[in-house]
């Protein structure tokens, strides 16, 4: 079904002739001269998106850091430079961005690659903050306490919480180089426009894959990240903290893959919070391979599981003025010999399933980041060909019904079942591990393994296809 989108005024710096031409309602907002990457997309003080990205000199290899802000109607500023240091990471997952706090301050912060004799991939978290809208940045400081060279710190992720301070969280330093993962450490600002008060929050996570942070109005801190449980299944987990990040509760396991890998993903998860709500998104590439969303309760248990692509890797979300989710993934097609990106959208409406799409076929489109405009739109900005792009799309746009049934799970007892065989394996039970709720019947389950499968594509053991 043909989508429709907002017009924008293409600025100074619009691409001319990309290899692959956008729809004509994107805006080119980076140097065609430059090798473009890492946009982010984040919200001042008054809830307007602010967008950040980097580019790199294709001869000198210089790298330049900037900002620009949205008005109402989605046209964009003139970009800001914030300064950054010459050996600065610029990669997706850990890529450099920027929050807002209450009073209008910007904190910018990026990663250093300062690689030793002992470890390679050693480096530094710095920021640095303008509190005259851009106009002058301070002097770059540490973000983490300890700064001893040879060790790495990187994959950070801030956001402005309930108390309009920022809050920011990180892998940091392996305590033991031979231990396969690294702590997830917090701080934040008290007051004043320097990171205090740093905290652990995990002892060990995966240790390069992104982390999600959000506060809520009544002060409740959320942090989502790829968890190495059991020494081998890589998991998301979630920690909160009720007080702005006085104290932060234990990391809680709710993506419950079963991805057994040896290695690292480079793919972490995203994070909306709605005081009391939060939904998540994630790529795993366990059992059942692909891009899922989740709602969690209060006990922090996945609710409304679903498959949102199998063939789709970077996803990200952000929440609409009316409680509707809005996702934004790039998901790969194969035509013949050839494979392509484009960036699709999903609105989630209680349990239905709404889709649209931004790029046209034959496009290289991928890392898309997503926030409201406004209730009736939405910002989308994205990597292609080596430059950022992005678009204002209508929300009512994103109108063909995709029919992805949730599943919930129940507190039905092993007695009360209806059906007393297994739907995913065919077993008779004897007993039951769980069972769920999908499409007003309930279903029990042999073993966890049997319910994960059912949970994960539900349609394929009950004949929706």
């Known amino acids: 079904m043909k989508n429709y989108f907002i017009g924008l005024m293409i600025l100074a710096t619009a691409c001319t002739s990309p290899v692959h031409k956008p729809a004509l309602t994107t805006v080119c907002i980076s140097d065609t001269a430059n090798y473009a990457s890492c946009v982010y997309l984040t919200t001042d003080e008054t809830n307007q998106p602010v967008m950040s990205w980097c580019e790199m000199d294709t001869g000198s290899k210089h790298i330049s850091f900037y900002m620009a802000w949205l008005d109402e109607s989605g046209r964009i500023s003139s970009k800001v430079s914030i300064p950054i240091e010459q050996n600065a990471n610029l990669h997706e997952e850990g890529m450099p961005k920027v929050a807002v706090k209450n009073n209008g301050a910007i904190i910018a912060v990026y990663e250093t690659s300062m690689p030793s004799a002992h470890n390679r991939f050693a480096g530094a978290v710095r920021y640095t903050v303008s509190t005259n809208k851009g106009v002058s940045w301070s002097k770059p400081a540490y973000l983490h306490a300890d700064t001893m060279p040879g060790k790495s710190h990187s994959f950070t992720a801030i956001a402005r919480l309930g108390d309009g301070e920022i809050g920011a969280c990180w892998l940091d330093a392996k305590p033991n180089p031979k231990l396969h993962g690294r702590p997830v450490h917090f701080a934040k600002t008290n ?3 320097s990171f205090e008060n740093e905290l652990v929050i995990d002892s060990i996570a995966c240790e390069c894959c992104r982390i999600a942070i959000s506060g809520s109005s009544n002060g409740k801190v959320s ?14 987990s979630i920690i909160t903290s009720p007080d702005n990040g006085k104290r932060f509760s234990k990391a809680v396991p709710y993506s419950h893959d079963g991805w057994v890998i040896n290695g690292c993903p480079h793919n972490g998860p995203a994070l909306a919070v709605a005081d009391d709500r939060i939904y998540s998104t994630w790529f795993t590439g366990g059992p059942q391979k692909g891009v899922f969303y989740c709602e969690l309760n209060k006990a922090m248990e996945s609710t409304n599981r679903l498959l949102v692509s199998d063939h789709a890797r970077f996803i990200q979300l952000c929440l609409l003025g009316d409680g509707s989710r809005l996702l934004a993934f790039d998901e790969k097609r194969t ?18 399933v709404y889709r649209g799409e931004v790029e046209a076929s034959g496009s290289l489109a991928t890392y898309p980041v997503v926030k409201a405009l406004d209730d009736n739109h939405v910002v989308v900005a ?32 092993y007695k009360q079942l209806p059906l007393r065989e297994d739907p995913v394996c065919g077993m008779m039970m004897s007993a039951s591990a769980d069972s769920v709720e999908y499409k007003g019947k309930v279903y029990g389950f042999c073993s966890d393994i049997c319910k994960a499968r059912f949970e994960d594509e539900p349609g394929e053991y009950v004949g929706d296809r």
């Not at 942090?223 to 998301?236: E, G, L, Q």
């Not at 050839?338 to 209680?350: A, E, G, H, Q, Y």
């Open 191 to 193: 007051g004043n426009n």
């Open 223 to 236: 942090v989502v990240f790829r968890d190495i449980i059991n020494d081998s299944i890589r998991d998301m």
């Open 335 to 352: 035509e013949g010999d050839k494979s392509s990106n484009k960036i699709v959208l999903n609105r989630i409406i209680d349990d239905k």
């Open 382 to 413: 994205w990597s292609q060909d080596k430059r950022i792009y992005y678009s204002v799309v209508e929300v009512k746009s994103i109108n063909r019904r995709e029919i992805k049934e949730p599943v919930k799970r129940t507190n039905v007892a």
